[in-house]
């Protein structure tokens, strides 16, 4: 039963772009979430389509995309994509996922 609690908990995503290889996977896996800038590294975009560019800046993960998320975390190269819960910012996926 707490597997369903958690799943359902809000979850917010953001990406190191000191760390981002300019891969794009995770555009492929969620073009929804994650888009490469100009810059060729990639971003967190919201439900407006606008990129959030500022360092740590996070949009929240959609329900029917987290797989396609959690997907992007674990086959980024440059491990540079973090998943936290929201109500108390601990990571959940990515590198310093407990």
């Known amino acids: 039963m707490s597997g369903t609690t958690a799943a359902a908990e809000p979850l917010e995503v953001w990406i190191d772009q000191d760390l981002c290889t300019g891969d794009g996977i995770c555009a492929q896996y969620a073009p929804e979430v994650f888009e490469l800038d100009i810059d060729g590294l990639a971003y967190v975009k ?3 389509d606008e990129l959030r560019q500022q360092p740590g800046e996070t ?3 959609p329900l029917t995309l987290l797989q396609d998320v959690v997907d992007s975390v674990k086959d980024c190269p440059g491990d540079c994509i973090h998943v936290r819960r929201v109500n108390d910012r601990v990571e ?3 590198p310093d996922a407990e």
């Open 59 to 61: 949009v929240r993960v």
């Open 92 to 94: 959940v996926f990515g």
């Open 46 to 48: 919201g439900e407006d």
